[in-house]
Every structure is written in structure tokens, then in C-alpha cells.
């Protein structure tokens, strides 16, 4: 069946939904790292990054939190609810790594005095900047109101995230949330969390050892960059039980 493409980012498709109001969210094999300087191809990933992104958003219905997942469809297919994407990066810091150290010149690995949240404006024109909420509500990416959702709804995922991470060896060092902007049929709008969690947009390390498992290993050359999300899929209980064998999943309808 040949399906509508909406949009094709760097690790993922989106295409037309079957209902009014969804779209079926495609999780690709490609890796890119430094705003897509550098590419690459990590055999599975997709296939991971959608059951661990799948389990994720599941846990965080269960406390409250809005998401626009609706369910898991097959392999790399997941349902989710169309929702408009506000254009900003919502990344929650809880241990300075990354552009952090560059920036503030902290030594890798340093705890942080409480969790740093931070905006970046959505352009990779721009190389996705560091803006302020001065920034976001001058030039009207987001209103006020949209800013505290967001702030409180990142907050609250960080402390369930970190929590749950913790009691499967891992630490939450930092992580990237998109949110958008959901109308229901009395046209209510409400801030939703949307994209994916996964080690594409998380940092986690080995709770004793430090040892990374997310796409540090792909962006430093570090190697095993495939065998660290299964490492985290298998800790979290959901590794696919076909294992590596079945990694390459369906084709691509263009």
C-alpha cells in the first residue's frame, strides 16, 4: 500500500495516518551527529529506538504526562496523533556533558547543582541555537503559557525518567524533548509531548562504569554503537525477540 509522505527528518519518516488526525511514524536506520556533518548507518537502530521510545511513552501516559503515541503498529511503526510541532528543543541537563562542558569549560561527567533546562530554536540552518524565553516569546515560537507547560511537563518526565533509569543501572545525563500543540474536538489546545525518547536523544551511562550507551558511541567513534541500544532495550525488557537477525524491518514506501 503506497502511503502519503509528510515529513522526513534525519532519523525518522512521518507519513499519512490511517484516520483523520494521525500519522504513522517511521523510525529509520541513519545516524547523524553535529547538525548532520557527520552520517552514518547503525544496523537496527530503528527497530530499537521505536520499542524503547514506545516503552517510554507508555510509562509516561501511565503518570499523567500527554504524548501524542498512540500505539506501536509493527517493527518500526508507531501510531501517533498529528500534532503542531512547536519549533524548539527542550533539552533537561542533570550532569554537565556535551556542548555543556564546551560552553561552561566543566569537566565531562561533573553533577550538576539541580537540572539545567535550556531551549534551542529548531533550524539547522542555524545549527539549532541556544535561545532564550526573551527570544522564543518575541518572535512568537512559543507563548508564555506554552513555556511553563513545557517547563513543568520536562521537569516532572526528567524525575520519572531519572528514577526509572536508575533502578535498570543507568544515568539520565541529559536529554532532548520536542513538545507540540494538540486541539481536541471543543478545540481546546494542549501542550504535548511528542517525538521520541530514545538514545538517539538521550545521553545514558552505565550507572557504575560510565560506559555510554546512546549516540555519544556514534558522534566519538567509540564503536559497538548498535550493541549499546540493544544493551539499554535489553535493560528496559523490551530487545525485540528476534534479536539482531530481524533488524532491517520493511521497506520504505516513497
Known amino acids: 500500500m503506497r502511503r502519503r509522505r509528510i ?3 534525519k532519523a525518522k519518516v512521518l507519513f499519512e495516518g490511517p484516520e483523520p488526525g494521525t500519522l504513522v511514524q517511521y523510525f529509520k536506520d541513519d545516524a547523524t551527529a553535529y547538525n548532520a556533518q557527520k552520517k552514518g548507518v547503525i544496523t ?6 521505536n520499542r524503547i521510545s514506545e516503552f517510554f511513552m507508555l ?7 500527554p504524548t501524542h503515541f498512540v500505539r506501536r503498529l509493527n517493527m518500526r511503526e508507531q501510531l501517533v496523533r498529528q500534532v503542531e510541532i512547536i519549533p524548539l528543543e527542550v533539552v533537561v541537563r542533570n550532569v554537565a556533558a556535551g556542548s555543556f562542558c564546551e560552553r561552561f569549560k566543566t569537566e565531562e561527567g561533573t553533577a550538576l547543582p539541580r537540572s539545567i533546562v535550556e531551549y534551542y530554536l529548531k533550524n539547522d540552518e542555524l545549527g539549532d541555537p541556544l535561545v532564550t524565553e526573551e527570544h522564543i ?6 507563548a508564555t503559557q506554552d513555556l511553563d507547560d513545557m517547563l513543568h511537563l520536562a521537569l516532572r518526565i526528567n524525575d520519572f525518567l531519572s528514577g526509572l533509569l536508575m533502578g535498570v543501572g543507568l544515568k539520565l545525563v541529559d536529554f532532548k524533548l520536542e513538545f ?8 481546546q489546545m494542549r ?25 555519544d ?6 564503536g559497538s554503537v548498535a550493541e549499546a541500544y540493544q544493551e539499554v532495550a535489553r535493560r528496559l525488557g523490551v530487545l525485540p525477540e528476534a534479536g539482531p537477525v530481524d ?8
Request: aromatic share 8%; net charge negative.
Open 137 to 142: 516569546t518575541a518572535f512568537g515560537w512559543a
Open 7 to 9: 515529513y522526513e527528518g
Open 59 to 65: 510509562r509516561l501516559a501511565e503518570i499523567g504526562i
Open 191 to 215: 501542550i504535548v509531548l511528542a517525538d521520541e525518547i530514545s538514545p538517539d536523544s538521550c545521553r545514558l551511562w552505565d550507572l557504575k562504569t560510565n560506559e555510554k550507551l546512546d549516540k
Open 44 to 49: 537496527g537502530k530503528g527497530v530499537l529506538n
Open 217 to 222: 558511541r556514534f558522534r566519538r567513534d567509540l
Open 247 to 254: 533488524l532491517q524491518g520493511p521497506k520504505v514506501v516513497q
Open 180 to 187: 507540540g500543540r494538540l486541539w481536541d474536538e471543543e478545540e
